[in-house]
Structure formats: structure tokens, C-alpha cells
């Protein structure tokens, strides 16, 4: 069973939609001009209703994705190349991936179930490999995790169908014997592109039902839900 993290499995709002308030914030000061609202429409920050646009960079795209998104806007506010790259490296910082993980389950319980159930676990996240195992980490399930396929790894990365073949492959698992769980429409795109057994989608994140009920064989309105989900077949 693969998982995708923000938003599935930790809340997404709490990390990425006050990351996104505070660069603004931080942007704004480097430029001296204000590029806030630019930059939260080009990577999908809502400001007004402080929620992250389903299928937006900030919801889909790696950290490298999106900070190439902020520095094509910089570029058009500020006077040369140059100085839009000096404004970026100066306003830019990452999350801090346990200070902001509020996890949306009891997810030793769950992950202990599946693999006592004889589930392995995998997660596949665009964030990147040390945030990510610090995340886990933290709350205590980096142990049950048997793969990780991240942002930064060489190779393909979500939404690409190759990852989930790739982690298929690390576990020596079929994929149609393979379950996806993701809070967005890329992440059931992506299992149904591989071919994946099962695609779960949860309401724990930054889509409406209304965006995953096409793509998923049962939406969810969180990974709380699993177990019974699991148990009915």
C-alpha cells in the first residue's frame, strides 16, 4: 500500500498554506515590491480562503518545481535577472518538516495493522528525502515504512506512473496486488497510469470529492477509514 504524505497522511494546510503566508511575507521584504499575491497564484495559495488550489505546484510539484515557478515571477517585478535571484535565495527557506507534521490518523496503529494484515508499506511524496524521513521519523513510523520514493531522487518522480513501478519493484510486489492513497487527483491519475490494483482517495487534503470520485474506486474522508475499507475487501 502506497501512500502519498501531505495531505494523506499529515495535514497539508499545516505545513504548506503557512509556508506559502510566510514567504510572501519574506518575498516582499527582498523585493521591496508586492510580488505576495503573484506568487501565491502561480504556485496555487489562496490567500482569502488560506487553502492550497487542488492540482496547483504548491499541491503537486516538487520544491525545486516551485521555487522555478516564484523565480519566473520575481523575474517579471524585478529589474534584472540577477536581482530576482538574489531576492529568492534571500526570502527562501523550507518548512520545518516536524515542528509543522500534525498527522491526520493514528499512524503507527494503522501502518503496524497493515503490515501485521501482511501489507507492505511504501510512501511517494514531491517532497524531498530528509524532510520527508524526518517526518516519519518523528511520528514514529520510519521503521514501518519499507520504501520511500521522494521529490529529489534521481529517476522519475510523482505524478510519473514509473515511481509506483519502481517501488513495485524494490518490493517484488505486482502492482495490480498494489494500493494507492493520495488526497489529489495526480496521485489516483498516477496509480491508474501504472496500473495499480486499487486507488484510494482522501478528503484529508486539498480536494473536494468531486475532484477524485472519478479517478477513485472509493474516496474516503480520511486514511481513519482504511481498515474498514481493508476488511470489506
Do not use: N
Amino acid at each position: 500500500m502506497i501512500f502519498d504524505k501531505d495531505g494523506t497522511l499529515i495535514s497539508f494546510d499545516a505545513m504548506w498554506a503557512a509556508w506559502a503566508r510566510r514567504l510572501g511575507l519574506r518575498l516582499e521584504a527582498s523585493t521591496r515590491r508586492p510580488v505576495a499575491g503573484d506568487v501565491f497564484a502561480a504556485i496555487g495559495y489562496d490567500p482569502i480562503a488560506d487553502r492550497v488550489r487542488p492540482g496547483g505546484p504548491l499541491a503537486i510539484s516538487t520544491m525545486a518545481g516551485i521555487e522555478d515557478r516564484i523565480g519566473s515571477v520575481l523575474r517579471r517585478w524585478c529589474p534584472s535577472v540577477a536581482a530576482a535571484r538574489r531576492a529568492l535565495a534571500d526570502a527562501w527557506f523550507e518548512p520545518d518538516p516536524v515542528a509543522t507534521a500534525m498527522p491526520l490518523a493514528d499512524l503507527q496503529g494503522l501502518f503496524q495493522a497493515l503490515r501485521q494484515g501482511g501489507r507492505r508499506v511504501a510512501v511517494a511524496t514531491t517532497d524531498g528525502r530528509d524532510p520527508t524521513e524526518a517526518t516519519l521519523h518523528a511520528l514514529g513510523v520510519g521503521d514501518d515504512v519499507a520504501v520511500l520514493a521522494c521529490g529529489d531522487d534521481d529517476g522519475p518522480v510523482k505524478p510519473s506512473p514509473e515511481v509506483i513501478v519502481a517501488i513495485c519493484r524494490q518490493l517484488d510486489v505486482e502492482i495490480r496486488r498494489t494500493a494507492m492513497v493520495g488526497d489529489t487527483a495526480a496521485d489516483l491519475e498516477m496509480a491508474r497510469g501504472a496500473g495499480a490494483g486499487r486507488s484510494i482517495g482522501v478528503l484529508s487534503g486539498v480536494s473536494a470529492a468531486s475532484d477524485l470520485a472519478s479517478l477513485a474506486d472509493v474516496v474516503l474522508d480520511s486514511i481513519t477509514d482504511l481498515l474498514a475499507v481493508e476488511a470489506t475487501g
